[in-house]
Structures are given as structure tokens and as C-alpha cells.
């Protein structure tokens, strides 16, 4: 295959180049360009939408339960036989640290298909109300699930994988086609979907279209098009914004997942050591670029010094590692461009009044790639902007608090309400200030959520609707409701 088409679109059915050329996808732990991706142009994404209206329009795609389950297991079983070159693939495009492809970065969202398929066997289509009489007229009344139409997907980069599957699953469990348009910084992670849905499925032609490209424009022309029936979006809370906006001019349906600056609150009665340890490794997990990422560790004032020693401890143990090594847990950052912004919020957080009790800038000895020291800052209080905006990156910020029901104040003080965790020796009381948390999901002495029968998702500015679980799947359907008259 020429180097200007090392991997292709998916239109209509078959692998195509872009109209567009091609583009470079880079290692961002080494900066070598791993080869090029599609590059669609508005034409080709044009053609996409058109696919997969007539595949929804004309196929019985929609209404045949059985096939589409058999298809979302072949997918899996697809993305399965190709698990070691997909594992080496997310860590060379996303810099992806190893250990994470065993979960979330691969294998998880792969798996969780077959629970997709799953759903669309046990799932109550229709659901019989029986008869009643509405002003006197004796009917036999039906509601049924229907899928939603044609999908317009767009995601990030962070969690390649886990994102696109997380809609594809459920959104073609539904019955609906799809347009994914994923991020350029990851366009291999998604063309690879492409080939397998190509090569080793029965995905009728049109069902899914995979769009890669440079251009971002791409995503707001599928929330435009009056041909897709909602947009499923996950990225910023800026982009999101857009996307709602943009949707409302042919008032499709919108599902957002946004971003986060969750709380990590440690309870005067938990095992700080043990706490602020777990706080320091998952806050800086694959350099801190995950949505639900707890960046805000709220720690009981009366320990405040303690807390800063521990914390920055353990990060300084982690240090930055090759995403290679299995032993990593904190690679490099996605780009020059997110480098940057971090850095400029580290230069904000001291103009602020914060310190950094460790990090706060590059690592010695890399100088190929896009690496950020794991960070913890101290010293600034909640309203600080480096303390309430998302910095996607390795950097955490510590603020006190004066027991439950201002840790509780504390970490609902954001715009955000994405996720959160909650440390403590009571269980009882734990799980007290967790039901009070205004977030979509909440860890309670360390428990995970993330499954795909468990929906995720945000409150306030961090989203609208649900990814997973039977609440995801329903995102994607609509309710008819049938009466005949008797
Ligand atoms: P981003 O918002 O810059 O881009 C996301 C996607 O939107 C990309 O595919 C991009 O090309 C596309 N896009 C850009 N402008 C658009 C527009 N006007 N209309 C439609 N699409 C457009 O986000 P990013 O930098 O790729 O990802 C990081 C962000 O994603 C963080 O804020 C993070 O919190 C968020 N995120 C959220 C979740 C979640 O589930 N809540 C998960 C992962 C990442």
C-alpha cells in the first residue's frame, strides 16, 4: 500500500482513501510519524452520511435483532484476533501506557461488545400496555423501542478504544447506522475498526462509515446535516457547547460526554498513607488524560502537610516511563499542542499563589516526545482557576477541607460533575458523602465503576445523558407508542 494511504476510510461499505490526501499519525513518547491516515474532505464525509441514511433507510438493519447481535459479536471477535498488533498500535498512537491496554485502553471495551450483543437478545422491544378507554374509546395500546436513525459520532483521543466502542456497541445494538469521526490526533486507532468491521464482519455496507481526517470541521458538518438523526459527542465542554448549539439548527438529539475536575476526598478517619497514595497513582494514570480522573484531592486541613508529603512521594516514585514498559503508569502527553496548554496552566497556578511540592514542568533527559513531571500543587484555594479548570494532564492540586459537610461543599463547588472517589474508615459514613456528591459516577475506598453494564456519565458542565449500561443503550432508541382501536 503507498505511504500516502497507510490506512483508509471505511465508505459505503469498502476501504477508500480520502479526497483529501493523507495526513501523519505521530508516537507522541518519541515524535516518530508511525505513517499516514485518510484524510477525508467534506465530500467524502458528505458520502458517509448519504451510506448510512440509505443503509438505515432501505436495509433491515434496524429491525433484525438476531443479525445485528451476530455482527456486534463478530466485531468482537474481529478486534480480538487482532489484539496484539491493536495493543502495540494504542501505545505507539496515544502513548498509551501497557498496562492500561489489559483494561480500558483495549481489551475492556473490546469484551464489552459481547455484552451489547447480549442486550439486544434480552431487551423488552415493545412492552404491552393493554386495553384501556381514553375518552370513551376502547384501545389496545403497544410501546416500542426503535433505534434513533443515523448516529453522528465524535470522539477524543484519549481513550480511542473505549470511546468509539463505547458507542458503536450500544448505538448498533440499537439498530442504528453510524458515522464515526474520530480525532486526528488517533486516526489509526479508529481506521483499524474500519478494516475489521470491512474484513471480518457482516456489517452490511453504509451501517458504519469511519471518517478519519484532519480537519475538525468535519465533526461540526455532522451536527449540521439534516440527514443524521443525533449526534453523539465526547470531547471538551468547549467542543460540546458547539455541538449543541450547531445541532439545534435541525434540533437533533445530542448526547455529550464533557470534561472534569472530579474531587478525590480523603475522610479525617481513612488510612491517609493508603488514600493519598491510590490519589497520586490513578490522578497521574496515563499522564492524567482521562475525563473521570479524580484531579482535585480534598484532604482534612489538620493534615494538610502530611498529605502534601505523601502525595508528592508517590508521584515522584512514578516519575514519567516508556508506555512500552509495563511497569509505566505515567507516558507522555498527547501533543506539542497539550504540552503547551499544561504548561501554561503550571504558569498560571504559581501566578495564583500555589507551590508545587513536586513536578511543575518537563522531565530531564527526554527531549523527543511530550512529557509533563507528575504534578501536585498546594497552596491554592478552590476558586483558583488552575484548581476549578480541566488541565488534562499529570497535574493534581490539593485543598483542604473541615470535615464531611465541607468536603462535600468543596467538591461540588465546580462547574463540572463528572466523577469523584471517596476514602474513608466507616464505610457507612463514606458512602454518606458519596450519595452527596453531584456527579454521575462516585469510587468509595477505591471501588470501579467502569463496566459495561454501569452508565457513565455527567452532571452540570460535564454532559448530557449516559455512555453504558442499559441508560446508554436507551440513548440511542426512540418510543413509539401504538393504540388500536377495538
Ligand atoms: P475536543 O473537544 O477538542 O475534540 C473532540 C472531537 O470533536 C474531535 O474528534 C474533534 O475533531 C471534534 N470537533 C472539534 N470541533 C468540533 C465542532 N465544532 N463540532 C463537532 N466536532 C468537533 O476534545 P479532545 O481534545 O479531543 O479530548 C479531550 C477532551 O475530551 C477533554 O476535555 C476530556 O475531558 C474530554 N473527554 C470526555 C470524556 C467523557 O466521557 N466525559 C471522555 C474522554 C474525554
Known amino acids: 500500500m503507498s505511504r500516502t494511504t497507510d490506512r483508509l476510510l471505511l465508505l459505503d461499505g469498502r476501504l477508500v482513501p480520502g479526497t483529501g490526501g493523507a495526513f501523519e499519525t505521530i508516537n507522541p513518547a518519541t515524535e516518530e510519524v508511525l505513517g499516514t491516515a485518510a484524510d477525508a474532505t467534506a465530500a467524502d464525509m458528505d458520502r458517509a452520511i448519504g451510506a448510512a441514511r440509505r443503509a438505515f433507510d432501505e436495509t433491515a438493519w434496524s429491525t433484525d435483532h438476531a443479525f445485528r447481535a451476530r455482527c456486534l459479536n463478530q466485531l468482537r471477535d474481529g478486534l480480538k484476533r487482532r489484539a496484539d498488533e491493536l495493543r502495540d498500535l494504542t501505545i505507539r498512537e496515544v502513548?498509551?501506557?501497557?498496562?492500561?491496554?489489559?483494561?480500558?485502553?483495549?481489551?475492556?471495551?473490546?469484551?464489552?461488545?459481547?455484552?451489547?450483543?447480549?442486550?439486544?437478545?434480552?431487551?423488552?422491544?415493545?412492552?404491552?400496555?393493554?386495553?384501556?378507554?381514553?375518552?370513551?374509546?376502547?384501545?389496545?395500546?403497544?410501546v416500542r423501542r426503535e433505534?434513533?436513525?443515523?448516529?453522528?459520532?465524535?470522539?477524543?483521543?484519549?481513550?480511542?478504544?473505549?470511546?468509539?466502542?463505547?458507542?458503536?456497541?450500544?448505538?448498533?445494538?440499537?439498530g442504528n447506522t453510524v458515522v464515526l469521526k474520530p480525532a486526528p490526533d488517533t486516526p489509526w486507532c479508529a481506521a483499524v475498526l474500519g478494516e475489521v468491521i470491512a474484513e471480518e464482519t457482516d456489517i452490511p455496507a453504509g451501517v458504519v462509515n469511519v471518517?478519519?481526517?484532519?480537519?475538525?470541521?468535519?465533526?461540526?458538518?455532522?451536527?449540521?446535516?439534516?440527514?443524521?438523526?443525533?449526534?453523539?459527542?465526547?470531547?471538551?465542554?468547549?467542543?460540546?457547547?458547539?455541538?449543541?448549539?450547531?445541532?439545534?439548527g435541525t434540533l437533533k438529539r445530542v448526547f455529550l460526554e464533557l470534561g472534569g475536575?472530579?474531587?478525590?476526598?480523603?475522610?479525617?478517619?481513612?488510612?491517609?498513607?493508603?488514600?493519598?497514595?491510590?490519589?497520586?497513582?490513578?490522578?497521574?494514570?496515563?499522564?492524567?488524560?482521562?475525563?473521570?480522573?479524580?484531579?482535585?484531592?480534598?484532604?482534612?486541613?489538620?493534615?494538610?502537610?502530611?498529605?502534601?508529603?505523601?502525595?508528592?512521594?508517590?508521584?515522584?516514585?512514578?516519575?514519567?516511563?516508556?508506555?512500552?514498559d509495563d511497569r509505566t503508569i505515567c507516558g507522555p502527553v498527547i501533543s506539542a499542542k497539550q504540552r503547551e496548554r499544561i504548561e501554561g496552566y503550571l504558569e498560571l497556578a504559581v501566578e495564583e499563589g500555589g507551590a508545587f511540592a513536586c513536578g511543575g514542568g518537563r522531565p530531564e533527559?527526554?527531549?523527543?516526545?511530550?512529557?509533563?513531571?507528575?504534578?501536585?500543587?498546594t497552596g491554592l484555594p478552590n476558586e483558583a482557576r488552575a484548581a476549578r479548570e480541566e488541565i488534562f494532564g499529570p497535574v493534581l492540586v490539593?485543598?483542604?477541607?473541615?470535615?464531611?459537610?465541607?468536603?462535600?461543599?468543596?467538591?461540588?463547588?465546580?462547574?463540572?460533575?463528572?466523577?469523584?472517589?471517596?476514602?474513608?474508615?466507616?464505610v457507612e459514613r463514606a458512602r454518606t458523602v458519596a450519595r452527596r456528591l453531584r456527579t454521575g459516577t462516585v469510587s468509595v475506598n477505591g471501588g470501579v465503576w467502569y463496566s459495561a453494564d454501569v452508565p457513565f456519565g455527567g452532571y452540570k458542565q460535564s454532559g448530557i445523558g449516559r455512555e453504558m449500561g442499559v441508560a446508554g443503550f436507551e440513548e440511542y432508541l426512540e418510543t413509539k407508542a401504538i393504540a388500536e382501536g377495538l
Open 147 to 174: 433505534a434513533a436513525g443515523v448516529v453522528g459520532a465524535v470522539t477524543p483521543w484519549n481513550f480511542p478504544h473505549q470511546i468509539n466502542l463505547a458507542k458503536l456497541g450500544p448505538a448498533l445494538a440499537a
Open 211 to 248: 471518517v478519519t481526517s484532519s480537519d475538525h470541521g468535519l465533526g461540526a458538518q455532522l451536527t449540521r446535516d439534516p440527514r443524521v438523526d443525533l449526534v453523539s459527542f465526547t470531547g471538551s465542554t468547549a467542543t460540546g457547547r458547539e455541538v449543541m448549539a450547531s445541532a439545534a
Open 261 to 324: 475536575k472530579s474531587a478525590f476526598i480523603v475522610l479525617d478517619d481513612a488510612d491517609l498513607r493508603a488514600a493519598c497514595s491510590y490519589a497520586a497513582f490513578s490522578g497521574v494514570a496515563h499522564a492524567g488524560q482521562g475525563c473521570a480522573i479524580t484531579t482535585r484531592i480534598l484532604v482534612p486541613r489538620e493534615r494538610y502537610a502530611e498529605a502534601a508529603e505523601i502525595t508528592a512521594g508517590t508521584l515522584a516514585k512514578l516519575g514519567v516511563g516508556d508506555p512500552q
Open 398 to 426: 490539593l485543598l483542604p477541607h473541615d470535615g464531611d459537610d465541607d468536603a462535600v461543599r468543596v467538591a461540588n463547588d465546580s462547574p463540572y460533575g463528572l466523577s469523584g472517589a471517596v476514602h474513608g474508615g466507616d
Open 95 to 142: 502513548g498509551a501506557p501497557r498496562f492500561l491496554t489489559f483494561g480500558a485502553q483495549l481489551d475492556a471495551p473490546v469484551d464489552d461488545l459481547g455484552w451489547f450483543a447480549g442486550l439486544v437478545e434480552s431487551y423488552e422491544w415493545e412492552r404491552d400496555l393493554g386495553r384501556a378507554e381514553p375518552m370513551g374509546m376502547a384501545s389496545h395500546r403497544r
Open 365 to 377: 533527559g527526554r527531549d523527543k516526545g511530550f512529557w509533563i513531571e507528575p504534578t501536585l500543587i
